[in-house]
């Protein structure tokens, strides 16, 4: 018997709300850090994948958004598949990415002519479905943006990271504000830790976990990412745990 129309809207009503539990179900996956400190304070003890996270660089401009850049490389670099990679302007320099271990060949980089073309390529990059991560450098970060990427995120399973960066300073100040994000973090770049013999030791970080979703929030001194995309807890202190600096968040809405 031929299906009536009302029966057949409400069948495809259900497919898409099985389609949009599939997105929450791959949510629920994780990415571990592979570091035991950083991974114990994450729900699920991971990054949480098919989600949409945040991360600037501290007070030193320039360096700290580098640092900033490196620490989303290495992220995206232990994912599978492609990630694109969204920008304003061409600043980007590939060798430092592949340092974080993500070669050239596995980023498409994408030049927009402004931030909304930036946050209408990283939707769209994240609705595709096909890429391991999305990465998109952008000052502003708006709850309605933020809330249109983490769906998307969700509904692919996709990783999405922007990176905020600004031009000017008084653009800072809209990193404290809400958005739909899972997590927002912040590095800083520290001094290098000395050799025993002349050279440049491994870069080091300040990472501050400032707001996850029904998560803590946590400070951790690391070791930029190596050829592999892996953070290593400073020599310095991996002996400690970091339990004590932990802060329970409640969750981000």
């Known amino acids: 018997m031929a299906m009536s129309s009302s029966s057949l809207a409400l069948s495809e009503l259900r497919d898409r709300i099985a ?4 997105g929450s179900a791959r949510r629920r996956e994780v990415l571990p850090f592979g570091v035991r400190e950083i991974d114990r304070v994450l729900p699920g003890g991971g990054l949480a994948l098919g989600a949409l996270h945040e991360v600037a660089g501290g007070a030193n401009g320039a360096v700290d958004g580098a640092a900033a850049a490196l620490w989303a490389a290495g992220i ?3 994912t599978r598949g492609r990630v694109l990679w969204c920008v304003t302007r061409q600043d980007l320099f590939a060798p430092s990415l592949a340092h974080a ?4 060949g596995r ?7 402004d931030e909304a073309a930036v946050l209408a390529c990283f939707e769209e990059g994240l609705r595709h479905g096909g890429l391991g991560a999305v990465v998109a450098e952008v000052a502003r970060l708006p709850m309605t943006s933020s809330r249109r990427l983490q769906l998307a995120a969700e509904v692919s399973g996709t990783l999405g990271i922007a990176i905020r960066r600004w031009r000017r300073q008084t653009e800072a100040t809209d990193f404290g504000q809400p958005t739909a994000a899972v997590s927002r973090w912040r590095v800083s770049a520290l ?4 050799l025993p013999v002349p050279g440049v030791g491994r870069p080091r970080w300040r990472l501050e976990l400032l707001r996850i979703r029904a998560g803590e929030s946590a400070d951790f001194e690391v070791e930029a990412p190596d050829a592999k995309g892996r953070l290593a807890l400073s020599a310095d202190l991996a002996h400690r745990s970091a339990a004590p600096q932990a802060r ?4 981000i809405r």
Do not use: D, N
Request: hydrophobic share 40%.
């Open 191 to 194: 001094s290098s830790r000395p």
């Open 101 to 104: 271990g993500l070669p050239p």
């Open 248 to 251: 329970r968040l409640g969750a």
């Open 76 to 78: 995206a670099a232990r």
């Open 19 to 22: 389609r949009l539990e599939g």
């Open 107 to 113: 980023v498409i980089f994408v030049e927009a002519g």
